[in-house]
């Protein structure tokens, strides 16, 4: 028979074997029931969130903070997790927005032809030609970031 004993803490190794057994046993019932019953609206929470967000990405130890998280990992751990959990995810969330991926389409679709087309114009004879076509292509894609909305 185990004994009872005090400790303010979980061991780490207890505390993380008790995350994970309760996330798979409650977890997806959880988390299904806290975004039907938010509370705020992500969307308008997010919004007025913006400025602050702004000024927090312009502080030294946010961008530190980045730079030691990517250092901690490799390209193996990257590996794993991505291959992993992101295959399926991917499909499945593009799928699943296909009305998304349908707008962006159907904006984005003409606005590049029409810049392409203009590119297409250029002479392509000599090496400069090819330059001067690829600067204005350079120029014209980000003259039309953010245009297709």
Excluded: C
């Excluded at 903070?65 to 969330?93: F, H, Q």
């Amino acid at each position: 028979m185990a004994e009872a004993r005090v400790q303010r803490l979980l061991p780490p190794d207890e505390w993380k074997k008790r995350q994970i057994e309760t996330l798979k046993s409650v977890g997806a019932r959880n988390y299904a029931q806290g975004i039907s019953m938010p509370k705020k609206d992500p969307i308008e929470a997010g919004i007025a969130a913006q400025a602050r967000y702004e000024e927090q990405m312009k502080k030294d130890e946010v961008l530190k903070r980045r730079e030691a998280a990517l250092k901690a990992t490799n390209i193996n751990e990257w590996y794993a997790y991505a291959s992993d959990l992101g295959t399926n995810r991917l499909v499945e969330g593009v799928v699943k927005r296909e009305k998304k991926v349908d707008k962006f389409v159907k904006g984005w679709q003409p606005l590049l032809l029409d810049h392409v087309s203009k590119i297409d114009e250029l002479p392509n004879v000599t090496d400069a030609d090819r330059e001067e076509r690829m600067l204005e292509n350079l120029r014209g894609l980000k003259a039309l970031k953010g245009k297709w909305r």
